[in-house]
């Protein structure tokens, strides 16, 4: 019973997948659209933003995964504040690189409308490969 539960969420989540991206390339976001929006304080995009980053299992993922490997038990430091100092240096990488990123994109995007189209067709293309290729693959499984 299990096996078939798995296969069936795996199934929803790959048709899920499917529909997002196809509603995303056939109804590419518009700067426009964006651009009616009511204007966010930068402490509230800040708030969005951290929230939004904290709320991803990516990072819980990643965390359960690589401190073995960049911890040492028997190091200067005490494992939690090694634990801590690869935690800090992570946010500040992403506060850095998510900052240039959402930046450039920004000014890209706004000015040059139809790459924004583009790169959200590309965007809702890869969603449906990859919603396709979850799919097959589960049923090859």
Known sequence: MAASSVSALTAAGAGYLVWLGAVTACRPATVEAAAD?????????????AGTSGLNPKVLVLFLALPPQFTDKGGALSLPLQIG?????HVLNC?????????LARTILRNRPGIARGVSRTSGLAMMAIGVALFVERLHS
């Not at 009511?38 to 708030?47: D, H, I, K, Q």
């Not at 100092?85 to 240096?89: D, I, K, Q, S």
């Open 37 to 49: 929006a009511p204007a966010r304080s930068a402490r509230g995009t800040l708030l969005a933003g």
């Open 85 to 89: 100092v690869l935690g800090a240096t």
């Open 95 to 103: 506060a850095v690189v998510y900052t240039a990123v959402a930046m």
